[in-house]
């Protein structure tokens, strides 16, 4: 069973649209993440969910919204993709907002022609 | 401002030699420190971590990390290395507001392995 995992693996879209990225965590796990991997292989955190709750929200575009219908799940919708969105964006989780152990996904890689 | 840095881009080591990635952190108090391995095309896997207590941490397929205070290291190391082994690998910090923490990546270093 994936601990972490992410759909679709791979997205290839036109710039202008709008996508979805979904995450599920079956581990229990109170807080959920999304990071960014660019072009060069940087990772930073976009977005972090404690119960459903909002609780980091870094310099990231209006566009980018991120949605936790529950728990266990931390969605990522984009609107009006650009070119520079195009990266590897990971979901992650770990047990409680203060836990220090991070469980990444398999990553999802966006790329916008 | 707390960071991290991996000073090595790129590194190629043979099959059977032993291996070591630096990593230095900038960290006002006790550092969380872990490293992650992304192989090609792959995930983040979580090698090893460390909290507190023995400075030397095992991790998972057969490295260790030193954490050295003195020096604000925590460099990744094994003594022979797999052609499996060849990946990105990512020294980070969880960074703190309040109780609410981030992972802070270094840059990450290219591991290639020859045969």
């Known amino acids: 069973d994936t601990a972490v995992s992410q759909t679709p693996k791979y997205l290839v879209t036109q710039m202008g649209n709008d996508k979805s990225i979904k995450c599920e965590q079956n581990?229990?796990?109170?807080?959920m993440y999304w990071y960014k991997q660019d072009s060069k292989k940087f990772l930073k955190i976009m977005f972090s969910?404690?119960?459903?709750?909002?609780?980091i929200n870094e310099t990231v575009p209006n566009r980018f919204s991120p949605k936790s219908p529950d728990k266990a799940h931390l969605n990522l919708h984009i609107n009006s993709l650009e070119l520079g969105d195009s990266a590897v964006y990971f979901c992650?989780?770990?047990?409680?907002?203060?836990?220090?152990?991070?469980?990444f996904g398999e990553g999802s890689w966006l790329t916008v022609v | 401002a707390q960071s991290v840095t991996q000073p090595d881009i790129h590194i190629t080591v043979s099959e059977g030699a032993s291996l070591e990635l630096r990593c230095n952190y900038s960290?006002?108090?006790?550092?969380?420190l872990f490293w992650y391995v992304q192989s090609p095309g792959q995930g983040l896997q979580l090698l090893l971590k460390?909290?507190?207590?023995?400075?030397l941490v095992q991790g998972i397929k057969g490295f260790e990390a030193e954490f050295k205070r003195s020096q604000s290291s925590f460099n990744l190391r094994k003594p022979s290395v797999h052609w499996s082994d060849a990946a990105e690998y990512f020294c980070?910090?969880?960074?703190?507001?309040?109780?609410?923490?981030?992972?802070?990546f270094g840059q990450g270093t290219t591991l290639q392995v020859k045969p």
């Open positions: 992650a989780s770990s047990q409680r907002r203060g836990e220090n152990t991070i469980y």
């Open positions: 980070a910090v969880v960074l703190y507001s309040g109780n609410t923490g981030k992972l802070i």
């Open positions: 969910y404690n119960n459903k709750e909002l609780i």
């Open positions: 460390y909290f507190s207590g023995d400075t």
């Open positions: 960290y006002g108090a006790t550092p969380y």
């Open positions: 581990l229990g796990h109170d807080t």
